[in-house]
């Protein structure tokens, strides 16, 4: 289920992308500051008419 955009109405397209993903001997989580380390993935949201984005730290 698509969600509407809460500035235009469009509609949004989500991404999940995993924080556990590694660039060469460091993973992603390791460049975050240590209160957003506990979340596992992140989702982003954008909005495919006007580009609105939210962020949204997943557990």
Known sequence: MACACPKCGGEM???VKSLSAR???F???SFLPPELQRYESVEVRVCVACGYT???WLK
């Open 23 to 25: 660039i060469g001997p």
């Open 13 to 15: 397209m989500s991404i």
């Open 27 to 29: 993973s992603v989580k």
């Open 54 to 56: 939210e962020l949204y």
